[in-house]
């Protein structure tokens, strides 16, 4: 028991160090999935720092980061790998007068040199374990879900002009999604599950603080109370911590030391992506400066 409790203080301390405020629950979700080298699903709400997760890691972890963005139409080419066709065809050209056989050529064309290696090739691949970020997977079709989870179990593919490569050394598979798609029991399955929400008022603080250079308390302390009361309102798109802190680089990059009115409202634009917010929420201001607690006169 003490030997897991150290070990989840160091996993603790490197993500401070790295500028990631975790919780209990993050710390030995990260524990876990490193010791067992198990991927971790990481779901949430857009913006609470799923992505975030995966780089601190890598920088945690001092080993390559490894970014597969998944998309709708995402296939196995663009995921794992594709045959340089231009190489070929131009060293073809230029080797057309050599006395090598065509099986010779075939060789030479279908090796290392003229493979372009896609993350989950570039990730099977590495002298050390990477991390791999399999970014917003439900992004995905369900058929690469299904290929994904054949990587996942075996960690070797059969490309049929070069032969079959097997990772030396297995990843540290990190998936997120914001569920815009429900993902398959399958992948569940095969997965530690990780859900992240929207920090509290305390653990938002600390992140503004700790991110921010040149941040007074005091308007940290006010901009993270607006937030939460911001994130009460029936929106469109509820704004998360990436939000809260580039609107707290913006105020400082302003000379702020406190909230203030007129430019709380000429830059809700940073912290809200929707006009329908934007407008709500300027009608809403002596409400919502009310509710922080700021004396600000309103005009």
């Known amino acids: 028991m003490q030997e897991a409790k150290k070990e989840l203080d160091k996993i603790e301390k490197l993500l401070f160090e790295e500028g990631y405020i975790a919780d209990p629950m993050t710390t030995m979700a990260l524990h876990l999935s490193k010791t067992f080298k198990k991927p971790l699903l990481i779901e949430g709400p857009a913006g609470v720092g799923k992505t975030e997760i995966a780089k601190v ?25 594709e045959w340089n066709y231009q190489k070929q065809l131009l060293h073809l050209k230029m080797d057309e007068h050599s006395h090598r056989s065509l099986n010779e050529k075939e060789q030479m064309i279908f090796s290392e040199a003229f493979l372009l290696k896609r993350p989950l090739l570039q990730a099977i691949t590495s002298d050390q374990s990477p991390v791999l970020l399999i970014d917003e997977v439900d992004r995905a079709d369900e058929e690469f879900e299904s290929f994904l989870l054949e990587i996942l179990s075996d960690w070797q593919i059969t490309i049929p002009e070069f032969g079959t490569i097997k990772a030396q050394h297995i990843p540290y598979v990190i998936l997120t999604s914001n569920r815009m798609r429900e993902l398959s029991d399958a992948l569940r399955r095969r997965c530690f599950y990780l859900w992240i929400d929207y920090p509290d008022f305390e653990k938002e603080l600390q992140i503004v603080l700790k991110k921010v250079d040149g941040i007074n308390e005091k308007l940290a302390h006010q901009i993270c109370a607006f937030m939460q009361e911001l ?18 680089t913006a105020l400082v990059n302003l000379h702020l030391n406190h909230l203030d ?3 709380v409202g000429s830059t809700l634009g940073i912290v809200l992506k929707d006009w329908q917010d934007v407008r709500q929420t300027q009608l809403s201001l002596t409400e919502l400066f009310k509710a ?3 004396e600000i006169k309103l005009n």
Do not use: N
Request: net charge positive; hydrophobic share 45%; proline share 2%.
């Open 292 to 294: 922080v607690g700021v």
């Open 231 to 248: 994130r009460k309102m029936r929106l469109q798109k509820i704004p998360g911590i990436a939000e809260t802190l580039d609107w707290a």
């Open 261 to 263: 009115k007129d430019l």
């Open 57 to 81: 890691m890598a920088s945690a972890l001092d080993t390559q980061l490894i970014r597969l963005q998944c998309y709708e139409g995402l296939d196995s080419r663009h995921a794992l790998y």
